[in-house]
């Protein structure tokens, strides 16, 4: 790895700690749509998004807000899905759907 790529990853590590974040990623596509849904059920508001979530789509962006949490919810179809938000609701989302969590992003 060079020596931005380094720096990048630091200052990213940094940002998670600092933020108190967590990222769930590779969350297979059915699963994904399945917990955005959940969570609006659940009252929560899709902010931010272009359309709705479709994971046929190429990818699709879109926020999940509820109060002053947020959780960033990203999808593409290399990638798959992706989750951002507060420690103790991403380990939540984790822990109910049996999903791994990391610290920082993987790449």
């Known amino acids: 790895m060079g020596l ?3 720096i990048r990853r630091a200052l990213i590590a940094s940002k998670f700690q600092r933020k108190d974040l967590k990222i769930i990623e590779a969350i297979p596509g059915e699963r994904f749509a399945t ?3 959940d969570f609006k059920d659940k009252g929560w508001e899709l902010t931010d998004a272009r359309g709705d979530l479709d994971v046929s789509r190429d990818s699709w962006q879109g926020k999940l807000r ?4 947020t959780l960033t919810c990203t999808w593409s179809k290399d990638d798959q ?3 951002v938000g507060l420690t103790r609701i991403v380990e939540g989302i984790a822990k109910d759907y049996n999903l791994k969590v990391q610290s920082t992003p993987s790449r």
């Open 4 to 6: 931005l790529t380094n």
């Open 35 to 37: 917990i955005v849904f």
């Open 66 to 69: 509820k109060g002053t949490s």
């Open 81 to 83: 899905g992706e989750i």
